[in-house]
């Protein structure tokens, strides 16, 4: 891992109204590893994606990308630096099959021309095991294969930031390991990942390191061990899978 963080946050907050759903956080991610973000619902994990992919903007803060001040970039533009990320509910183009959702993403998120958009559409499918659907219009698809078409859609944008909202949440003890199983591949590949995640054992089985939100600020960072053995976190986790 290089010394220079590929992500970083510095005190960023954002509100809705009266409510701090963001509060001076400040993180770093560094490249090639995978950071898990941990935190009870609502805690305000999902803005946390939002204020790094540009779907919302910081009302105060920086962040910066491979060294450069993002903070102003809108959507695409973080998209086309290497951003790609996944939604909590997973967002295709129903209608269209598989393999044109992930043509779309790869021309219009990675801004790859046709031929390329093909060719990665084509490496993506086998990768995450959606090949045998690649014709299947993605409004038919299973859940798990609804989920690993959002993580192929952020793939094919061939992102070195790939930010995951709850990927396993939803699917069976079975299922969530496969999708483990792909991420551990992806990340062999050198991807740098942040995965929210509610299912902690799924997630524990892959993060480098761990960052714990409540009420929108950090209640704890670090090694995996060392956060989940921290009592502030079990307090605040009681209750919850582990
Ligand atoms: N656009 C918005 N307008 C007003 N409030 C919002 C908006 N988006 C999120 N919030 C509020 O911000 C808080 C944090 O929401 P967020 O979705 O980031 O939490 P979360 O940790 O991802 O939750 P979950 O684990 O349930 O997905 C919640 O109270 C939510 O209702």
């Given at each position: 891992m290089s010394s220079t963080p590929l992500l970083t946050l510095e005190a960023v907050s954002k509100r809705y109204g009266a409510l701090?759903?963001?509060?001076?956080i400040s993180l770093s991610v560094h490249r090639g590893e995978t950071l898990g973000i941990l935190g009870p619902n609502g805690a305000g994990k999902t803005t946390l994606f939002n204020l790094i992919s540009g779907d919302v903007r910081a009302d105060a803060g920086r962040i910066a990308y491979e060294d450069r001040d993002i903070t102003a970039l809108k959507p695409h533009q973080r998209c086309r630096a290497g951003i790609g990320r996944s939604y909590q509910v997973p967002q295709p183009f129903g209608h269209m099959s598989v393999f044109e959702n992930l043509v779309t993403a790869a021309c219009?998120?990675?801004?790859?021309?046709e031929k390329e958009a093909w060719h990665t559409a084509v490496e993506v499918l086998e990768k995450t095991g959606l090949k045998v659907h690649a014709?299947?219009?993605?409004?038919?698809?299973?859940l798990l294969n609804r989920k690993r078409l959002e993580l192929a859609r952020a793939l094919a944008t061939r992102p070195s930031l790939l930010l995951l909202d709850e990927i396993a949440g939803g699917l069976t003890e079975h299922e969530a390991q496969e999708l483990v199983d792909e991420l551990r591949r992806i990340k062999a590949e050198g991807v740098t990942m942040v995965w929210i995640e509610h299912v902690v054992h799924a997630l524990l089985s892959i993060a480098d390191r761990l960052f714990v939100i409540n009420f929108g600020a950090k209640l704890a960072e670090g090694l995996p061990q060392d956060v989940m053995n921290d009592p502030e976190v079990q307090r605040v986790y009681m209750g919850m899978e582990a």
């Open positions: 701090t759903v963001t509060d001076n219009f998120g990675g801004q790859q021309p014709n299947q219009p993605a409004g038919g698809l299973t």
